[in-house]
């Protein structure tokens, strides 16, 4: 940008600035005013514009009569440093370095010799910033399995701290995801049509040979529209280019001993569906957090330790950020009781530890749902279950020794059950223990008591007279 005064005098004065090329935080950044005059320089003043340009910031001056040069931004601490009386410098800018600048250059007039004339430049000064944290997660978890219906899943990918917004997308075993697009609806719309992605959809199969579709990032129909979601239900599903049919039933034979772990028994072979659908969240210091969806029916024998990943590409990366998650089935928890001895009124935990050796870590996703239950009765306060990762019983009575607890852990891919036994040690039946264990006498005061274990947690007393 270039200005050019004419004046009375005999004599120029213009000002220019090239462009900036975008820069990403933490780079250093110099501002370079260049003018041209005949005249006698008075001073350089560098503003930042703010409000659209109805306020300008004095952030740095050379004053050429003194020959001194000082900042106005006392909060940066002095971070601009003159490298040529009209070149500025900014070490490690910010997101709030963003926007316009202008210099300002004054001289003399040669008529007056008292009179300053100005001419001015401005730039743009564009500050990138690319996303500092990535995550999926499994959304409306954790959730229980249903072994005869379809679910949808939904994997959210957030990308925050972003300037300007980056773009998102998935890859299922490292090859992207062709998906169809969808708005999302709005806050009054949320509960009516809720169902239109939260119901069931088509399920879906993978192909098990290598002749695999080449997946693309489009998000439209072939005819350059933006589908709507399906809410057919699962017995009845309209495919692209295929007639209407109704499911076949279920094939997969489940040995009859296995009884801790659920599969469904309903199998489709629809070609994948998947629906992608993103939002914009605009933050105070100028970037944009973005939450992309990706939606689909839920197949358990063939998504189980699926592997997705979410990849997030932005002009302030050499290379995507990527995050990534492994589908998988809870294996059976392990479960920890404290205390390990438990007494009569003592109270109890029994808490999930982790899961069975099986998958990299032991990692499940999404996250499951735990539930505890009494086997052949209720638990210690009356309810017949309870859910999260712990089961507190508050001052075990005797009665329960030998009472049997089941944690059941499912997520949307499958369920699996593990049962502990609580086993209640009171006074009788530590003496017994001890009784047992040593085959010895308790000799109490004059008399020897003697204790047979009966079974039931019942005992025979004998009280033997010493002399």
Partial sequence: FSFLFPFSFSGYLTVTIEPLPPVVVGETVTLKCNFKTDGRLREIVWYRVTDGGTIKQKIFTYDAMFNTNYSHMEDYRRREDLVYQSTVRLPEVRISDNGPYECHVGIYDRATREKVVLASGNVFLTVMSPPNNISVVAENTPAPFSRYQAQNLTLVCTAKGGKPAPSVYFKRDGELIEVISYTLPSANDQGSSSAGVRGARPLISRD??????????????????????????????????????????????????????????????????????????????????????????????????????????????SMPMQTEVTLAAPKGPKLFMSPSRAKVGDTVRI????????????????????????????????????????????????????????????????????????????????????????????????????????????????????S
């Fill in 208 to 317: 098990l040979d290598d002749t695999k579709l080449q997946r693309s990032l489009s998000l439209l129909d072939p005819e350059g529209r933006s589908p709507r979601l399906y809410t057919e239900s699962p017995q009845r599903v309209h495919t692209h280019g295929q007639q209407a049919y109704e499911p076949s039933p279920a094939t997969e034979v489940i040995p009859e001993t296995v009884v801790s772990r659920e599969f469904p028994r309903w199998v489709h072979s629809t070609d994948p569906l998947y629906y992608f659908s993103h939002t914009h969240i605009p933050q105070s210091d100028g970037s944009v957090v973005v939450q992309a969806r990706l939606t689909w029916t839920l197949n358990p024998q063939l998504d189980n330790d699926a592997l997705f990943s979410c990849e997030v590409k932005h002009p302030a990366l």
């Fill in 351 to 466: 808490t999930v530890q982790g899961f069975q050796v099986g998958s990299p870590g032991n990692e499940v996703f999404p996250e499951p749902l735990f539930t505890w239950t009494r086997v052949g009765g209720r638990l210690l306060d009356g309810s017949t279950q309870r859910e999260g990762r712990e089961l507190i019983l508050e001052r075990v009575p005797a009665e329960l020794n030998g009472s049997m607890y089941r944690c059941t852990a499912q997520n949307p891919l499958g369920s699996t059950d593990t049962h502990t036994r609580l086993i209640v040690f009171g006074m009788y039946a530590e003496l017994c223990n001890i009784l047992w264990s040593h085959s010895e006498a308790v000799k109490l005061k004059s008399h020897l008591i003697l204790m047979n274990y009966l079974g039931d947690n019942k005992y025979e007393i004998m009280f033997v007279t010493v």
